[in-house]
């Protein structure tokens, strides 16, 4: 065999790709042997020339001679493009390889050609779809025409074959949609939208298999190549769907879409996520539903609305360890708005439903401090009923103990003097003592150390 430097290489390759070129776009104008009688290779001296060609550019491609391997497979592909799903395959592997060799553009649009070709005549229109999108995203670089070309593939073959998608497949859509973002080919709504669709690919196999590395990393990429795109911002998200949550209030299968998309985007605090949560609420009412919108409305400072879905989750809630916790946070809200009665009730009804919940034993003692039942005397004996909550609240939840000393140090300076309770025919510590007024509660005798 004659061994050809570089640059004659290059010359030849040039030269046969040229007449590649001329062949491939003339093609419909030739007869083509092995179709024309209805076999894969044709008749007679059809079918041994194709059997020959084949059989010999076969053997140059399994020896990497590419080259000598193009000229007797050119005529199988012209001539008996119907003989093999292997004069595709390898003539699709020759010119990639000829691209990463050269760099010529050309050859690209060959195997595009012989993609083309496949689907003609072997179907498997989406596979063969994916087959030039990988082609083009792998090779087309930052080519507007290519990456534009990859994208109308791969975007088709989602809207008309879904159930081709893998993880991989869903990843490619992802990245060269983020590319023709980039490129100005497209805009925001395409990127979520392919988002939306990746994403949907992935989840649905994970519910199937929630262990399943692949889809997982997948959905991984996928996440991180819309964050990384610059049109995953909340306003954007806002602008694109504000309108479609005001028209179609009731539509949940929409709702449902925006709030997974404001979730997986990280915009929980826009308008627009309340906004979704309020409406899936009211379609399909629930406990975590309300207790969510709840928080959301202290998070905005409207308390009245958080007191409201505070009070429906907890008529909805089964669980009585949740519904305590509910209880807590009702009890809180109550608390800083100063309704101490109100707070001291729901942290009662919260301890009642679970006596490990210390904090709102806490809550019950800070309602009282500060209580106005009476005379001055009267008002300092309200802080030994604090200590006593403040003490039981630490012994059953240890970790508020540090808090809860200091605290315990501050209330205990409020407590009576021993020449004030004198007055009263006070005179030892100890005994009971009952706190009237709103707080009603039974206490002990303690003297404010001097």
Same mark, same amino acid.
């Given at each position: 065999?004659?061994?050809?430097?570089?640059?004659?290489?290059?010359?030849?390759?040039?030269?046969?790709?040229?007449?590649?070129?001329?062949?491939?776009?003339?093609?419909?104008?030739?007869?083509?042997? $092995?179709?024309?009688?209805?076999?894969?290779? $044709?008749?007679?001296?059809?079918?041994?020339?194709?059997?020959?060609?084949?059989?010999?550019?076969?053997? !140059?491609?399994?020896?990497?001679? !590419?080259?000598?391997?193009?000229?007797? =497979? *050119?005529?199988?592909?012209?001539?008996?493009?119907?003989?093999?799903?292997?004069? &595709?395959?390898?003539?699709?592997?020759?010119?990639?390889?000829?691209?990463?060799?050269?760099?010529?553009?050309?050859?690209?649009?060959?195997?595009?050609?012989?993609?083309?070709?496949?689907?003609?005549?072997?179907?498997?229109?989406?596979? %063969? %779809?994916?087959?030039?999108?990988?082609?083009?995203?792998?090779? $087309?670089?930052?080519?507007?025409?290519?990456?534009?070309?990859?994208?109308?593939?791969?975007?088709?073959?989602?809207?008309?074959?879904?159930? +081709?998608?893998? @993880?991989?497949? #869903? #990843?490619? !859509?992802?990245?060269?949609?983020?590319?023709?973002?980039?490129?100005?080919?497209?805009?925001?709504?395409?990127?979520?939208?392919?988002?939306?669709?990746?994403?949907?690919?992935?989840?649905?196999?994970?519910? *199937?298999?929630?262990?399943?590395?692949?889809? %997982?990393?997948?959905?991984?990429?996928?996440?991180?190549?819309?964050?990384?795109?610059?049109?995953?911002?909340?306003?954007?998200?806002? @602008?694109?769907?504000?309108?479609?949550?005001?028209?179609?209030?009731?539509?949940?299968?929409?709702?449902?879409?925006?709030?997974?998309?404001?979730?997986?985007?990280?915009?929980?605090?826009?308008?627009?996520?309340?906004?979704?949560?309020?409406?899936? &609420?009211?379609?399909?009412?629930?406990?975590?539903?309300?207790?969510?919108?709840?928080?959301?409305?202290?998070?905005?400072?409207?308390?009245?609305?958080?007191?409201? &879905?505070?009070?429906?989750?907890?008529?909805?809630?089964?669980?009585?360890?949740?519904?305590?916790?509910?209880?807590?946070?009702?009890?809180?809200?109550?608390?800083?708005?100063? +309704?101490?009665?109100?707070?001291?009730?729901?942290?009662?009804?919260? !301890?009642?439903?679970?006596?490990?919940?210390?904090?709102?034993?806490?809550?019950?003692?800070? #309602?009282?401090? $500060?209580?106005?039942?009476?005379?001055?005397?009267?008002?300092?004996?309200?802080? =030994?009923?604090?200590?006593?909550?403040?003490?039981?609240?630490?012994?059953?939840?240890?970790?508020?103990?540090?808090?809860?000393?200091? *605290?315990?140090?501050?209330?205990?300076?409020?407590?009576?003097?021993?020449?004030?309770?004198?007055?009263?025919?006070?005179?030892?510590?100890?005994?009971?003592?009952?706190?009237?007024? =709103?707080? %009603?509660?039974?206490?002990?005798?303690?003297?404010?150390?001097?």
């Amino acid at each position: 065999m004659i061994k050809m430097n570089n640059k004659e290489m290059k010359r030849t390759t040039s030269t046969i790709l040229t007449g590649l070129l001329l062949s491939l776009f003339t093609l419909a104008l030739q007869a083509q042997k $092995g179709v024309e009688t209805g076999t894969p290779f $044709g008749r007679g001296e059809d079918s041994t020339r194709c059997l020959r060609n084949t059989s010999l550019y076969s053997t !140059y491609y399994e020896n990497k001679d !590419y080259n000598m391997a193009l000229q007797f =497979w *050119r005529p199988v592909f012209m001539e008996c493009p119907g003989s093999s799903k292997n004069t &595709y395959i390898k003539g699709e592997a020759m010119f990639k390889e000829f691209f990463r060799k050269t760099g010529n553009k050309a050859y690209i649009d060959t195997v595009m050609i012989i993609l083309n070709q496949r689907t003609k005549y072997f179907n498997e229109e989406p596979a %063969n %779809n994916f087959r030039k999108a990988f082609a083009l995203y792998e090779f $087309g670089g930052n080519d507007p025409n290519y990456a534009k070309q990859c994208y109308d593939l791969i975007k088709g073959v989602m809207e008309s074959s879904p159930q +081709s998608f893998d @993880h991989t497949y #869903s #990843s490619l !859509y992802m990245a060269i949609t983020a590319k023709c973002y980039s490129l100005k080919l497209i805009e925001a709504p395409d990127v979520i939208t392919a988002y939306s669709q990746s994403m949907k690919v992935v989840d649905n196999q994970l519910s *199937r298999k929630p262990d399943d590395s692949r889809y %997982n990393e997948a959905r991984k990429n996928i996440d991180a190549v819309f964050r990384s795109s610059g049109a995953a911002s909340c306003e954007n998200i806002e @602008h694109l769907f504000t309108a479609s949550v005001d028209n179609n209030p009731a539509d949940t299968a929409m709702l449902k879409k925006v709030i997974n998309l404001l979730t997986e985007t990280g915009c929980k605090d826009s308008e627009l996520y309340y906004k979704v949560s309020s409406n899936l &609420y009211k379609s399909d009412p629930s406990a975590a539903s309300a207790a969510q919108l709840a928080e959301m409305n202290v998070a905005r400072k409207k308390y009245n609305e958080a007191e409201k &879905y505070y009070t429906e989750a907890i008529e909805l809630e089964k669980d009585n360890l949740i519904k305590s916790g509910l209880l807590t946070k009702l009890a809180t809200l109550e608390l800083a708005s100063d +309704s101490k009665q109100a707070a001291r009730d729901f942290a009662k009804a919260a !301890y009642s439903l679970d006596p490990t919940n210390g904090n709102a034993l806490f809550i019950i003692a800070e #309602s009282y401090a $500060g209580a106005k039942i009476g005379e001055a005397f009267e008002n300092q004996t309200v802080y =030994w009923v604090v200590v006593d909550y403040l003490i039981r609240a630490k012994n059953t939840d240890p970790t508020l103990r540090e808090q809860i000393d200091e *605290r315990i140090a501050v209330f205990s300076r409020l407590f009576p003097t021993k020449e004030e309770a004198f007055f009263r025919s006070i005179v030892e510590e100890g005994v009971s003592y009952h706190v009237g007024g =709103w707080v %009603n509660e039974s206490t002990t005798v303690r003297f404010r150390k001097e």
